[in-house]
Nanobody
Framework: QVQLVESGGGLVQPGGSLRLSCAASGFTFSIAPMMWYRQAPGKEREWVATITATGTRTTYADSMKGRFTISRDNAKNTMYLQMNSLKPEDTAVYYC????????WGQGTQVTVSS
């Protein structure tokens, strides 16, 4: 069955960096556009970034542009989110996502930005 497993979250100081991973299985990863979302406490889930199936095109939410980089390795069935210059407002649970007839979500990984 389809599985998305996020990892790499943790506690980081403002200005720091983290790299999230999303390991995918149970579907043909190399043909699926993939996305990152996040959900902060008390807020709705929001879209972070999208990457095309081949990885040649990426798009970002305005507040992440220039700080976050989405990438993928189709040979490893894994997607990444490099997050730099982290701010306290980036604190959230981060989810990977794709749509193939319906939405598929991972369990999420917690990112906490705090001094």
């Amino acid at each position: 069955q389809v599985q998305l497993v996020e990892s790499g979250g943790g506690l980081v100081q403002p200005g720091g960096s983290l790299r999230l991973s999303c390991a995918a299985s149970g579907f043909t990863f190399s043909i699926a556009p993939m996305m990152w979302y996040r959900q902060a406490p008390g807020k709705e889930r929001e879209w972070v970034a999208t990457i095309t199936a081949t990885g040649t095109r990426t798009t970002y939410a305005d507040s992440m542009k220039g700080r976050f980089t989405i990438s993928r390795d189709n040979a490893k069935n894994t997607m990444y989110l490099q997050m730099n210059s982290l701010k306290p407002e980036d604190t959230a649970v981060y989810y990977c996502n794709f749509w193939m007839g319906k939405n598929y979500w991972g369990q999420g990984t917690q990112v906490t930005v705090s001094s």
